[in-house]
């Protein structure tokens, strides 16, 4: 079971490196006036998270069917170990924003003149990579000095904040809640949507559209790129902060969500 958690850490830390690091395309297409370019990229670092949430789930899934065997098997602890990748992951994406920035912006002009992402990617050779490490830069006390909120919207970081704790734990506090309730777990298991849907409504109706207002000034005025940049440093650290917030509200939102679930069985 050691190697089954171990696995299902590493996917998390991947899952939310990449959704974190889908700041810096953003940005690369922004600073180099490509941005419908760099969006494509932003599908590939999607595709990569979700595929790598398709093979965590059902490993997730077998450690709950193991705490219900064995009454010994913290599953509490489990998950939020899992929760705590969650933030290792955002803290490593946080720490190389700067060199993905440099990276994404090379990997936008490279995609322009390939055509296609097979192509970008069949011309990656060994030299390349190497070339790569020139790209890196360390994150400076001068960048965390520039994260002022400079006209950004507390509420909006607070959203994002809690649109990320309830989006890191609403699978997992699901399954959480149907371990409490075996005789209602399949129902409960099925109830994730009840948490994440309520973080999707938050993130289309108010986060979406304030990136993109935020992105689109910063292309129709260059002075506005670096606020964008601090826009996106302080959406990273909102979405570290979520990440920790998801451990305070993962015991009621399993009780919320067994709770529910069982109202609506009635």
């Known amino acids: 079971m050691m190697t089954s958690l171990l696995i299902v850490c590493l996917l998390t830390v991947l ?20 941005l419908a ?27 709950v069917d193991q705490a219900l065997k064995d009454p010994g098997f913290d599953l509490e602890t489990v998950l939020r170990l899992i929760i705590a990748a969650s933030t290792l992951g955002t803290l490593i994406a946080i720490t190389l924003f700067p060199s993905f920035v440099r990276l994404f912006s090379r990997a936008v002009v490279h995609l322009e003149v390939a055509g296609s992402i097979p192509k970008l990617v069949s011309g990656v050779t ?16 001068s960048m965390l000095r ?10 909006f970081l607070l959203l ?3 649109v990320t704790a309830i989006y890191t734990i609403g699978v997992l506090s699901t399954l959480y809640a149907s371990y409490m309730d075996p005789d209602h777990l399949v129902a409960i298991s099925q109830s994730s949507g ?9 993130l289309t109706l108010f986060i979406d559209p304030q990136v993109a207002i935020h992105t689109d000034r910063a292309l129709a005025d260059p002075k506005e790129k670096p606020k964008l940049g601090r826009m996106f440093g302080l959406m990273m650290f ?4 979520g990440t920790l917030l998801a451990q305070a509200i993962f015991w009621p939102a399993a009780w919320w969500v067994g709770a529910l679930a069982r109202w609506l069985l009635v």
């Open 15 to 34: 899952i939310h490196a990449a959704e974190t690091l889908s700041y810096a395309v953003r940005f690369a297409g922004v600073r180099m006036g490509k």
């Open 37 to 63: 370019v760099a969006l494509s990229l932003t599908g590939v670092i999607v595709l990569v998270a979700r595929t790598a949430n398709l093979a965590q789930a059902p490993l997730t899934g077998k450690m």
């Open 126 to 141: 060994v030299d390349k990579l190497r070339s790569a490490r020139t790209h890196f830069r360390k994150p400076t006390w």
């Open 146 to 155: 520039s994260l002022r909120l400079y006209g950004i919207p507390k509420r």
């Open 160 to 162: 994002n904040m809690t």
């Open 194 to 202: 009840l948490i994440n849907g309520m973080a999707t409504i938050l």
């Open 238 to 241: 909102s979405r570290l902060c």
